[in-house]
Structure formats: structure tokens, C-alpha cells
């Protein structure tokens, strides 16, 4: 796919090593921006010329502002898969998306974490109480007017039986 079909920026850099200088003690190798690469054909090239030709190279370190993660053997593939995949979702939504992928099992279950985290998202909250409060106040607009005095509580340990909390807030039933 080109870049420019694509409607937003992945910002996952990788860095590669020429594997055989690598173990050998010489370092040669590069970083390359995946949004600066117009298909995958071209970061393939890029990859290559970081690597001087190498035939086998390793990952030795990576960066995303979104929190994706990668091992160090990583096939090409899959990393132009993930870059894709970020680029086509938009930005206001690539950190609940990448929690979602990462609770899911990461980058492994990249095809089904596209289809079904539209699904489980909820929104972002400071806890699972605050999403279950929106969430009642959704359904039961009525329990705005409880007379004075009465405290209704949230069994937030049923709530979390169905529901979890990234670090970032973002809360995602299970599906």
C-alpha cells in the first residue's frame, strides 16, 4: 500500500543490525522511519542499505509513540503490517488501539485486534467506577434525581470481571 493512500503517520522508527558484522564486532546498521518509506518495497531498500546487503539482520531497537512492541527477529512483513495497520486508524484512537493489542497478545493477534477493538473500547476514564457511572447514567438517566441523602454504589468488582483499564485510561469490555 502507498503512503500516500494511507490517512495518518505510524511513528514507529526501527533500527536494524547486519547480523553476521554484528557477532563479528562491527556495527553496521541503521535507523529507518517507516513514514518515510513509500511502500514496502522501499523500506525493504532502506533496510537493506542500513545493513550494507546483509542477508540476515536483527532488530536491535525500535520506537513508536504508541506504545507498539516488536522482538528483535521481527520479519518485515509484520512490521510494515503494524506500520499500516496505525497509519489507517486515527490518531485520536492508535493508543487505545495499541493497549487493546497489547492486552490481547500483541502484535501476533494484529488481524484480530482490527476486528474486534471497535467492539470492546468504551471510551477513556479515570477508573472502571467513572465508565460505570457514564455507563448507568447512559441507561438510567433517572438516577440523576435520587433524593438527597441516598448514595447509590458500583459493584466495581462485577464491573471489572467484564471490563479492564489500560494505565492510559482506556476501557475495553471483553468480547
Not at 503512503?3 to 505510524?10: A, C, I, N, P, V
Not at 495497520?85 to 493477534?109: K, Q, V, W
Not at 433517572?142 to 468488582?157: H, K, M, S
Amino acid at each position: 500500500m502507498l503512503l500516500s493512500s494511507l490517512t495518518g503517520m505510524s511513528t514507529i522508527s526501527v533500527h536494524y543490525w547486519n547480523l553476521s558484522a554484528y557477532n563479528s564486532g562491527v556495527l553496521i546498521g541503521g535507523w529507518i522511519n517507516l513514514d518515510e518509506c513509500e511502500d514496502f518495497d522501499e523500506f525493504q531498500a532502506k533496510v537493506s542499505k542500513a545493513t550494507l546487503g546483509a542477508e540476515e539482520v536483527v532488530m536491535g531497537d525500535y520506537e513508536s509513540d504508541h506504545g507498539v512492541s516488536f522482538s528483535e527477529y521481527e520479519s518485515f512483513e509484520k512490521v510494515w503490517e503494524v506500520h499500516e495497520a496505525l497509519c489507517e486508524i486515527s490518531e485520536g484512537d492508535r493508543d487505545a488501539f495499541t493497549d487493546y493489542l497489547a492486552h490481547i497478545g500483541g502484535i501476533e493477534h494484529l488481524d484480530e485486534a482490527l476486528r474486534s477493538w471497535q467492539d470492546a473500547f468504551c471510551g477513556n476514564f479515570k477508573s472502571i467506577e467513572d465508565y460505570a457511572w457514564h455507563y448507568a447514567e447512559e441507561i438510567y438517566p433517572e438516577l440523576a434525581n435520587c433524593p438527597p441523602g441516598f448514595r447509590i454504589q458500583v459493584d466495581t468488582i462485577s464491573w471489572e470481571q467484564d471490563h479492564w483499564i489500560s494505565s492510559e485510561g482506556n476501557v475495553f469490555r471483553s468480547i
